[in-house]
C-alpha cells in the first residue's frame, strides 16, 4: 500500500521569501511518481511539478522545485519568492505502477502575507 | 479541446435518492478515475478504469458504482445516497505511464446529501 505524509497542516510566509512544503511517502513500487498540484480557493485542481522515482535530477518548474531525496522517502516542494497568489491548498501524491492513478496526501494550507 | 469535463457543478440530494455524476473527456486518454475530496482532506480514489469495459475499485468504493462503454465517458453512480456521501468529486484522466504530467482533473461536483 502506498502512503503519503504532509505534516504541515497550515503555513505562513512573507511575500518575496521563499517556503518549504513537506511531503513524505512510503511505498513498495520499485518506479513511482511524485506529484504536487495547488488548490485555489475556487476548488480546481492545478498540477504544478513532478519526478519520477529515476529521475537523476530534481524537477523545477518555474518557481516550483522538488527536493527529492530518495533515501529519506520525501518530495519537499520548495516555492521561491512567493507570490500572493500562491495562497491555496497543497498536495502531494504519488503515482504507482498499479493503472495512473494518484494516492494524496492530506494536504498544506499555505498562506502569503503581503 | 474541452479537456474533463463534469456534470453537475452542484446537486443536492435527500437521502435514498440516486443520481449519476457524468464525467467526459475529448483527449483519447486510456486512464480515468474517480475521487472524492472531503472537507479539510486529500482525494480519495473510488473507482477507476484503464480502458473501455474495464474498471476496478478505488479505496473508497462503497456506495457507488462505474462503467465504462467508451472511451470518453466514464459516469458514477450513486445507488441510494448517504449524508457520508456529502463530498466533492473529482474525475481525472490520463493517458499512459509514459506522459506523467498529463493527469488532468475536471472542476469537480459539489454535493450534499441530506
Known amino acids: 500500500a502506498q502512503k503519503i505524509t504532509q505534516t504541515q497542516p497550515g503555513m505562513f510566509v512573507q511575500e518575496k521569501e521563499a517556503v518549504t512544503l513537506d511531503c513524505t511517502y512510503d511505498?513498495?513500487?520499485?518506479?513511482?511518481?511524485l506529484f504536487w498540484y495547488k488548490q485555489p480557493s475556487s476548488g480546481e485542481m492545478i498540477f504544478l511539478i513532478y519526478q519520477g522515482s529515476y529521475d537523476q535530477q530534481n524537477a523545477t518548474e518555474g518557481r516550483y522545485s522538488l527536493n527529492f531525496q530518495k533515501a529519506r522517502k520525501s518530495a519537499n516542494l520548495v516555492i521561491s519568492a512567493s507570490q500572493l497568489g500562491d495562497s491555496a491548498m497543497y498536495f502531494c501524491?504519488?503515482?504507482?505502477?498499479?493503472?495512473?492513478?494518484?494516492?494524496f496526501g492530506g494536504g498544506t494550507r499555505l498562506m502569503v502575507k503581503p | 479541446n474541452a479537456g474533463v469535463t463534469q456534470t453537475p457543478k452542484f446537486q443536492v440530494l435527500k437521502t435514498g435518492q440516486s443520481m449519476t455524476l457524468q464525467c467526459a473527456q475529448d483527449?483519447?486518454?486510456?486512464?480515468m478515475s474517480w475521487y472524492r475530496q472531503d472537507p479539510g482532506m486529500g482525494l480519495r480514489l473510488i473507482h477507476y478504469s484503464v480502458g473501455a469495459g474495464i474498471t476496478d475499485q478505488g479505496e473508497v468504493p462503497n456506495g457507488y458504482n462505474v462503467s465504462r462503454s467508451t472511451t470518453e465517458d466514464f459516469p458514477l453512480r450513486l445507488l441510494s445516497a448517504a449524508p457520508s456521501q456529502t463530498s466533492v468529486y473529482f474525475c481525472?484522466?490520463?493517458?499512459?505511464?509514459?506522459?506523467?504530467?498529463?493527469?488532468?482533473f475536471g472542476p469537480g461536483t459539489r454535493l450534499t446529501v441530506t
Open positions: 501524491a504519488m503515482r504507482g505502477t498499479a493503472g495512473n492513478m494518484l494516492t
Open positions: 481525472a484522466s490520463s493517458q499512459s505511464l509514459a506522459a506523467p504530467r498529463e493527469q488532468y
Open positions: 483527449m483519447n486518454h486510456e486512464y
Open positions: 511505498t513498495s513500487d520499485p518506479s513511482y511518481g
